[in-house]
């Protein structure tokens, strides 16, 4: 309204001292705005032209960093390095010395063969073996396949016991049918260890 009244005061004021405008006119508000009085009477804001001043933009160089190669991965061992022995899993049934529990339970044919609790005597490994003949048949042979091994899983040592045998034809040295006898003891000559590990099986057994 305050602009207005303005306005009108402006026009009448002109009006007034020039009835006849040759040009439109440019008026100043109190407030700073321009205004353009053109000849038909009608008006509008002048356009505030605002001058745009150039902004120096510095530029930051750019540190480079260099790339650091990354080595490939390899399984190989360095040369020069000590290699590290692979060990495997130890097989077979534990033997520890120094203890009375029996080692491992065979069977074939008729015939359990039992390893009991082994012995170290003077650089030879002795495994005591006790047999029971659950057959109908006198045996005279048996044979035990063993392989020992160390903690490492290495065989130190393998054979094939004769447990059993009889003199065929007589019957006195035959094993008889439901009864138990001591069998030959199974060794090694190997070193002394505090742990061993067995593998056995029985291979052969003959009847008579």
């Known amino acids: 309204m305050r602009i207005m009244s303005q306005l ?8 007034a001292t020039n009835s006849a405008w040759a040009a439109d006119k440019v008026v100043v508000l109190e407030d ?22 150039p902004v120096e933009v510095k530029s930051t160089p750019i540190e480079t960093i260099s790339a650091v190669p990354i080595a490939p991965a390899t399984s190989s061992i360095t040369k020069g390095a000590t290699a590290i022995p692979l060990t ?3 097989k077979g049934a534990r033997i520890e010395l120094g203890t009375s529990k029996n080692i491992q339970q065979l069977s074939n044919s008729g015939i359990d063969v039992l390893l009991t609790a082994a012995e170290y005597d003077d ?6 073996t006790m047999m029971t003949n ?47 006898q001591k ?3 199974i060794t090694f000559t190997v070193p002394e260890k505090s742990v061993y590990f067995i593998s056995a099986e029985i291979v052969e057994v003959e009847h008579w």
């Open 8 to 15: 009108c005061g402006v026009l009448i004021a002109l009006t």
């Open 32 to 53: 700073g705005r321009q205004i353009v009085l053109h000849d038909d009477f009608t008006w509008e804001y002048q356009a505030i032209k605002t001058t745009v001043l």
């Open 88 to 90: 495997q899993a130890p």
């Open 123 to 128: 650089g030879v490994l002795v495994i005591p």
């Open 134 to 180: 659950q057959s109908l048949q006198s045996v005279v042979t048996v044979i035990v396949k063993v392989a020992l091994n160390d903690e490492n899983g290495n065989q130190i040592g393998s054979e094939e016991a004769k447990i059993w045998s009889s003199i065929k034809r007589l019957p006195d040295t035959y094993f008889r049918p439901k009864t138990q």
């Open 183 to 185: 069998g030959n003891p």
